[in-house]
């Protein structure tokens, strides 16, 4: 009810304040119910008559007056109001019955107009939501709808055209439904084919029927181009037709702008004519355009195997639930994903590939896995050997997808995040600390001076390297696990096309593996049997304390982003500083988070899923690709030396520690390095 203030708006600050038509009706109401509860009113009310004798209306124009309220007599006046209101004269009682009606018209007219705003603005409210309003994701959403309704029923107008005036022995009767007309096409190839949720007649002259070209990421999509695409440009430009009615010809004008666009698309791929590389479509189906339409933020939920609890209860599936019952308070949270405990590591990895196979075509995607310690993160990124987790397989989809042509470079390089301390875990010989430092905006914002970069040809090798930087990882047994990881592991691989000449243009994709450390609560990690002042017991609560710290910082970053604040925390943690390329704009992340379901942990598993709930609230924007900076360097933990051309060499950057050469060192990075093709 703020009176038309202009809510601080200075142009509006001179205007004649207007008061708002719910006021004056709030105001009418409350004088009539003053009224009802006053003394005359309750005695009208008791008479079964509507106004009271004595009794002035409220006005249209407002409540009465304080002098006017007060002249009337009180109610413990010793009147009898009902002898009042029996001797009032007939006219007078006329005329008060009339001010009431005139006052009930008014507010009839009043609500009513009320209604009319009120209408006005949730049109209005539609129309922000879809301008600023509503989520990235709904917004691309609704835009995408509406697209594929008007291209639905251009391509649907155009295919009748194309049937009733189309040349040929074999043009429909107009008579004749479609439904009849395609049942009577040829058998085979040229009869009918369905394709996203269309079906395409052929005709012997028309030549209807799609001629072989390079799968469009439409047709995984479902869009409905694919079959306007297959229109040939000598159907339309065709002198045949008949000269169409005049309802048709005003239809072929309306259409023409999207007629002229599906022609202009085939042209340039029947003809040859290069699309630019924005508007290339991925190759392998449609991963980019598909991760758009998803978010470019989503959170996905596993439920650790292990005791149900009926504490905690799922919905499973796409935009399933999970209800947790804590403390007698009952939530709900909706995520993008909900795998049951039962679900296998390929279910999983199923759901991550088109965002892992967006990096070939320039996206930075970070998928990274966040819970209670031993809830299965790392045994969700890596897994078992007999039962790889989505590190090992997204490697093993990316490389197949890039096929044997070595037409893409993969660089590899991996650290780990021990106690604030950023460690390079794939260093040759032992594992090598490394210092973060502020980068230019083009490196993320970050740069990590002394990374190993390793240029990895084959799948063979790169799985290798991955052992050995997470047999790098430390871990300790704690309470509650016994293997558990007590550091932040980031393992990023930049995906460039290598065929073309290197430079700018070059897409160049970055995908970040993170399993984080579980957060626990530092009673938990401190209790494992140890003495107070053991210094095993000591460093486990140094380490959950920092791991809690640091999974605090990325909080904060995310509530930051969520609110859009123009400050974004991310050097409050090294966690964060290394994370801000893979949370920046343009970026996709996914979140995997790992709940319990033990009785015991629902403190821990509602404060997780409250995590990925604001999570999911956080917008990075449209997905952007990237393309490889001129240097040719990784586009995230950058350094600033240009990588080399020697696969599965490493190279660091300028200003990093010494690191000892292969044959210096010893143990196991020794070994695998070592054992590399060079
Ligand atoms: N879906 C699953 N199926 C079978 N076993 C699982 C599953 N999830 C977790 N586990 C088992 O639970 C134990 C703990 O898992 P894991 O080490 O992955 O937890 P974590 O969340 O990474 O813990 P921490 O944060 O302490 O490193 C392991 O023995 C793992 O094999």
Request: aromatic share 4%; hydrophobic share 35%.
């Amino acid at each position: 009810l703020g009176g038309g203030e202009g809510y601080g708006n200075p142009s509006e600050a001179g205007k004649t304040v207007e008061t708002p038509p719910l006021l004056t009706v709030t105001s009418q109401l409350l004088a009539l119910l003053a009224w009802i509860w006053g003394p005359r009113g309750r005695q009208a009310l008791l008479q079964g008559t509507q106004p009271a004798a004595g009794v002035q209306p409220p006005t249209p124009d407002g409540p009465p007056s304080q002098e006017e309220s007060s002249s009337y007599p009180a109610a413990d006046s010793g009147e009898a109001p009902r002898s009042e209101a029996q001797v009032r004269q007939p006219p007078q009682l006329e005329e008060e019955q009339r001010a009431w009606h005139r006052l009930e018209q008014l507010i009839l007219g009043q609500l009513e107009e009320l209604k009319l705003q009120l209408e006005h603005q949730e049109e209005e409210l539609g129309r922000l939501r879809l301008g600023v309003g509503a989520t990235d994701s709904e917004k691309r959403v609704q835009h995408l709808t509406l697209e594929n309704e008007a291209l639905k029923q251009s391509l649907s107008l155009m295919r009748d055209l194309l049937l009733h005036w189309g040349p040929g022995p074999h043009s429909r009767d107009p008579q004749v439904p479609l439904s009849a007309a395609t049942t009577q096409a040829p058998p085979g190839p040229h009869a009918k084919r369905s394709q996203g949720g269309c079906d395409v007649l052929v005709h012997g002259p028309l030549r209807l029927h799609p001629r072989p070209r390079r799968p469009h990421a439409t047709e995984s999509c479902g869009w409905p181009l694919w079959s306007v695409y297959s229109v040939p440009c000598s159907a339309l430009s065709s002198t045949r037709p008949p000269a169409p009615p005049a309802a048709l010809s005003v239809l072929l004008t309306s259409l023409s702008p999207q007629v002229s666009w599906a022609l202009g698309a085939l042209a340039a791929e029947g003809i040859g004519t290069q699309l630019s590389e924005e508007q290339q479509e991925p190759t392998m189906g449609c991963p980019g355009r598909l991760l758009e339409l998803k978010g470019n933020i989503r959170v996905l939920c596993r439920l650790r195997p292990g005791t149900p609890c009926g504490l905690v209860s799922t919905e499973p599936g796409p935009g399933g639930t999970v209800t947790t019952c804590y403390r007698g308070r009952q939530r709900r949270f909706r995520l993008d994903w909900v795998f049951p405990p039962d679900a296998s590591q390929e279910e999983v990895f199923r759901e991550l590939q088109p965002a892992v196979l967006s990096c070939l075509r320039g996206y930075s995607v970070c998928i990274f896995t966040y819970g209670q310690t031993g809830t299965g993160k790392t045994y969700s990124m890596e897994g078992p050997p007999e039962d790889p987790g989505i590190a090992p397989r997204a490697l093993q989809s990316l490389f197949q997808e890039m096929g044997a042509g070595g037409r893409h470079r993969v660089t590899l390089s991996m650290v780990e995040i021990y106690n604030e301390a950023v460690r390079d875990l794939l260093a040759p010989g032992t594992p090598q600390r490394v210092a973060v430092r502020q980068g230019s905006a083009g490196q993320g914002g970050i740069q990590v001076a002394g990374l190993t970069h390793w240029d990895v040809p084959h799948l063979e090798t790169l799985n290798q390297m991955l052992s050995l930087g997470r047999s790098n990882r430390a871990t300790a047994a704690t309470a509650m696990n016994q293997h558990s990881s007590r550091s932040h592991a980031l393992v990023t691989l930049t995906l460039r096309v290598a065929s073309l000449p290197l430079g700018p243009g070059t897409a160049a994709g970055t995908l970040h593996l993170v399993d984080l450390a579980g957060s626990e609560r530092a009673w938990k990690a401190g209790s494992i049997g140890a003495p107070p002042g053991d210094k095993d017991r000591a460093r486990r609560l140094r380490e959950a304390r920092t791991i809690n710290r640091s999974l605090l910082a990325l909080g904060g970053v995310m509530a930051a982003l969520r609110a859009r604040r123009p400050h974004v925390p991310f050097r409050d943690s090294q966690l964060t500083r290394l994370l801000q390329p893979a949370l920046g704009p343009g970026a996709t992340a996914v979140l995997l988070l790992q709940i319990s379901t033990r009785p015991e942990d629902l403190g821990e598993t509602v404060c997780s899923l409250k995590f990925a709930e604001r999570v999911g609230q956080v917008e990075l924007g449209p997905a952007r690709r990237r393309r490889a900076p001129r240097s040719g360097t990784p586009s995230s933990f950058s350094t600033d030396t240009q990588l080399t051309e020697t696969p599965c060499t490493p190279t660091q950057s300028p200003g990093s520690p010494q690191s000892p050469l292969p044959d210096s060192g010893s143990g196991l990075a020794l070994a695998v390095a070592e054992s590399l093709p060079r």
